[in-house]
């Protein structure tokens, strides 16, 4: 049924990738603070994106591992829909900051880029190499980009 509903192994973790980041976004979406400065709701975004992480740790380190493993399709799809879908409350929070001028211009997708990273380094290295996940490490690290971004009041 695999081969018929998913047309391989590979289709089936690139659905199941797809699904997840689905479910991720919405979370994150719905729990942003609209009203809050830019600083405080790229904040939001990353601990909703951390706490997702630590509530699904399981489910995810799982398909992290085999769609690393898997690379193709699989790893092309959590690309895909990592940037499009769980990225783009990021992006729109930091291009409403550099249009207000609250944060300097600059290329939204590289800022945006460097902050996921910030927080998938501490993920994968949790996921591939037992390391403990302090919630407030990448928090800090996040707030030190962030700061460097916003405008001076």
Same mark, same amino acid.
């Given at each position: 049924m695999i081969y018929y509903?998913?047309?391989?192994?590979?289709?089936?973790?690139?659905?199941i990738v797809r699904q997840i980041l689905e479910e991720m976004a919405e979370t994150i979406r719905a729990r942003l603070p609209a009203e809050a400065p830019v600083t405080e709701q790229?904040?939001?975004?990353?601990?909703?994106y951390l706490d997702y992480f630590l509530q699904q740790e399981e489910i995810i380190a799982l398909v992290l591992r085999e769609v690393f493993g898997l690379?193709? /399709? @699989?790893?092309?799809?959590?690309?895909?829909?990592?940037?499009?879908?769980v990225r783009l409350p990021l992006d729109e929070i930091l291009a409403r900051g550099m249009a207000s001028g609250q944060l300097r211009?600059?290329? /939204? @997708?590289?800022?945006?880029t460097a902050i996921?990273?910030?927080m998938n380094m501490f993920i994968l290295a949790h996921v591939f190499g037992g390391a403990p996940i302090d919630r407030e490490t990448p928090l800090?690290?996040?707030r030190y980009y962030i700061t460097g971004l916003a405008?001076?009041?």
């Open positions: 509903y998913f047309g391989s192994k590979e289709g089936l973790y690139a659905g790229v904040l939001a975004y990353c601990e909703r690379g193709g /399709v @699989p790893m092309a799809e959590f690309s895909q829909a990592l940037g499009e879908r211009q600059d290329s /939204v @997708p590289l800022c945006a996921t990273g910030i800090r690290q996040v405008c001076p009041s």
